[in-house]
C-alpha cells in the first residue's frame, strides 16, 4: 500500500522570506499524481498545485513550486515571497492511476505560521 | 457556485444516537469519497464510490454506512455515533481516472464538524 509521509509537524517563517515543506512518499508504481492541499483556518481544503509522475519537468504556480525527485520519492514544495495568508495547513497528497485504485492518500500535514 | 455541498456544518450528537451526513455535487464526478479528519492524523479515506451503484470501504469503515443515491450525492449514516466518531468528515469528488481531467484532484466540500459527547 502507498504511503505518505510528511516530517515536519510545524515550520514557520518570515513574511517574505522562503520555505520549503517536506514530503516523501512510498510507492512501487510508476505512473501517479501528487499533489499540496492547503487548509487554512477556514477548513476548507484548496489544491495548490499538482504534479503528474511522467513530468519531469517540476510545476510551478506563481509563488508556489515542487521539487519533484521521482526516484528518491520525494515531493517538496517551497513557498517563495511568504504572505501571511499562507498560514495554514499544509497536506501532500498522492493518487495512483490504477484503476480504483485511484484514490487520494495523505499525509499527515505541515502546520505553517507566518510572521508578520 | 459549482462545487460539493456538505451538510449540515456543524452537528452535535449523543452516544448511541444516528444521523446522516449529505453531501451533493454539481460537476458529473463520476466518483465520490467520505474522509474523516482528525488532530495529527490528516484524512483518513472511510467509504468511495468509483461511480454510479458502486461503493467500498476505505481505510476506517467501521461504525459507518454509505449510500449513492444517484449521480450527483453521497451520503455517510452512523447508525449508532460513538465518541471516538468525535471529527471533521469531508466529502469529496473527481472525476473517474480515465476522464482527461482527473488530473484535477478532488473538489473537497467544507467539512462538516461532528461532535458525539
Known amino acids: 500500500a502507498q504511503t505518505v509521509t510528511q516530517s515536519q509537524p510545524e515550520m514557520s517563517v518570515q513574511e517574505a522570506e522562503t520555505v520549503t515543506l517536506s514530503c516523501t512518499y512510498d510507492t512501487s508504481e510508476s505512473d501517479y499524481y501528487l499533489f499540496w492541499y492547503k487548509q487554512p483556518p477556514s477548513r476548507q481544503m484548496i489544491l495548490v498545485i499538482r504534479?503528474?509522475?511522467?513530468?519531469?519537468q517540476n510545476a510551478t504556480e506563481n509563488r508556489f513550486s515542487v521539487n519533484f525527485q521521482k526516484a528518491a520519492k520525494s515531493f517538496s514544495l517551497k513557498i517563495s515571497d511568504s504572505q501571511l495568508g499562507d498560514a495554514a495547513m499544509y497536506f501532500c497528497a498522492y493518487r495512483s492511476r490504477r484503476g480504483s485504485q485511484g484514490n487520494l492518500i495523505f499525509g499527515k500535514g505541515t502546520k505553517l505560521s507566518v510572521k508578520p | 457556485n459549482a462545487g460539493v455541498t456538505q451538510t449540515p456544518k456543524f452537528q452535535v450528537l449523543k452516544t448511541g444516537q444516528s444521523m446522516t451526513l449529505q453531501c451533493a455535487q454539481d460537476?458529473?464526478?463520476?466518483?465520490m469519497y467520505w474522509y474523516r479528519q482528525d488532530p495529527g492524523m490528516g484524512l483518513r479515506l472511510i467509504y468511495y464510490s468509483a461511480s454510479e451503484g458502486t461503493t467500498d470501504k476505505g481505510e476506517v469503515p467501521n461504525g459507518y454506512n454509505v449510500s449513492r443515491l444517484n449521480k450527483r450525492e453521497f451520503s455517510l449514516r452512523l447508525e449508532s455515533a460513538a465518541p471516538s466518531q468525535t471529527s471533521v468528515y469531508f466529502c469529496?469528488?473527481?472525476?473517474?481516472?480515465?476522464?482527461?481531467?482527473?488530473?484535477?484532484?478532488?473538489?473537497f466540500g467544507s467539512g462538516t464538524r461532528l461532535t458525539v459527547v
Open positions: 460537476m458529473n464526478h463520476n466518483s
Open positions: 504534479q503528474e509522475a511522467y513530468k519531469q
Open positions: 469529496a469528488s473527481t472525476h473517474r481516472e480515465s476522464h482527461p481531467s482527473a488530473n484535477y484532484g478532488y473538489t
